[in-house]
T-cell receptor, first 111, second 117 residues
Framework: AQSVTQLDSHVSVSEGTPVLLRCNYSSSYSPSLFWYVQHPNKGLQLLLKYTSAATLVKGINGFEAEFKKSETSFHLTKPSAHMSDAAEYFCVVLGTYKYIFGTGTRLKVLA | GAGVSQSPRYKVTKRGQDVALRCDPISGHVSLYWYRQALGQGPEFLTYFNYEAQQDKSGLPNDRFSAERPEGSISTLTIQRTEQRDSAMYRC???????????????FGQGTRLTVV
C-alpha cells in the first residue's frame, strides 16, 4: 500500500531564507507524487507533481521538489521564502485511483 | 463551471440531524472524489465515482455516510443522524479521467465546513 510521511508538522523560516518541507513515501511500485498547498479559506492547489520523468520537478511560485528513490524522499524546497508562502502543505502519493495525503506541514514565514 | 463548487460553505447542525453536502464538479470531468479533513490532519479519502457509478466507497466510515451522483455530474454526500465526531471539512474533487490515467490531476473545491453541535 502507498503512504507518505511528512516529517515536520510545523516549520518556521524567516522571509528571504530557504524553505525545506520533508516528505518520505512508501510504495510498492514507482510512485506518482504531488505537493499541494492550502491557504486559509481556500481550496487545495497543486504546486507540482512527479510522474517518473525528470527527478527534479519545478512547480509554481518558485517551488521545486526532488524525487530520490534511494532515500524514498520527495522534499519540497524554495530558495527564498515570501510572506505569501505561509500556508499548509501536503505531500500526496497516488494510490489506486485516489490520492493519499500526508498529515500536512504548516509553514510560518517570519518578517 | 470554472472550478469545483461546493455548497454550503459552512453548515452547523444539531446532533442527530441529517445533512446533505453538494458538489458540482468541473464540467466534463468523469471522476469525482469526496474527502474528509479533520482539524490538523490531511484529507482522508471517503469515496469516488466514475460517471454515475460509485467505484470505491471503502473510506466511508460507517453506514450513516452515503454518496450519490445520479446523472454523472453533481454529487451529494449525505450524513444521517450526525454525531459530533462528524465535524470536519468535507472536500470534493474532480478529474477529467480517473487518477492514474495519463497525466490526470484532481481539482479541489473550497470545501464545506461541517460543525455538529
Amino acid at each position: 500500500a502507498q503512504s507518505v510521511t511528512q516529517l515536520d508538522s510545523h516549520v518556521s523560516v524567516s522571509e528571504g531564507t530557504p524553505v525545506l518541507l520533508r516528505c518520505n513515501y512508501s510504495s510498492s511500485y514507482s510512485p506518482s507524487l504531488f505537493w499541494y498547498v492550502q491557504h486559509p479559506n481556500k481550496g487545495l492547489q497543486l504546486l507540482l507533481k512527479y510522474t517518473s520523468a525528470a527527478t527534479l520537478v519545478k512547480g509554481i511560485n518558485g517551488f521545486e521538489a526532488e524525487f530520490k528513490k534511494s532515500e524514498t524522499s520527495f522534499h519540497l524546497t524554495k530558495p527564498s521564502a515570501h510572506m505569501s508562502d505561509a500556508a499548509e502543505y501536503f505531500c500526496v502519493v497516488l494510490g489506486t485511483y485516489k490520492y493519499i495525503f500526508g498529515t500536512g506541514t504548516r509553514l510560518k514565514v517570519l518578517a | 463551471g470554472a472550478g469545483v463548487s461546493q455548497s454550503p460553505r459552512y453548515k452547523v447542525t444539531k446532533r442527530g440531524q441529517d445533512v446533505a453536502l453538494r458538489c458540482d464538479p468541473i464540467s466534463g470531468h468523469v471522476s469525482l472524489y469526496w474527502y474528509r479533513q479533520a482539524l490538523g490532519q490531511g484529507p482522508e479519502f471517503l469515496t469516488y465515482f466514475n460517471y454515475e457509478a460509485q467505484q470505491d466507497k471503502s473510506g466511508l466510515p460507517n453506514d450513516r455516510f452515503s454518496a450519490e451522483r445520479p446523472e454523472g455530474s453533481i454529487s451529494t454526500l449525505t450524513i444521517q443522524r450526525t454525531e459530533q465526531r462528524d465535524s470536519a471539512m468535507y472536500r470534493c474533487a474532480s478529474s477529467l479521467a480517473p487518477l492514474g490515467t495519463g497525466n490526470t490531476e484532481a481539482f479541489f473545491g473550497q470545501g464545506t465546513r461541517l460543525t455538529v453541535v
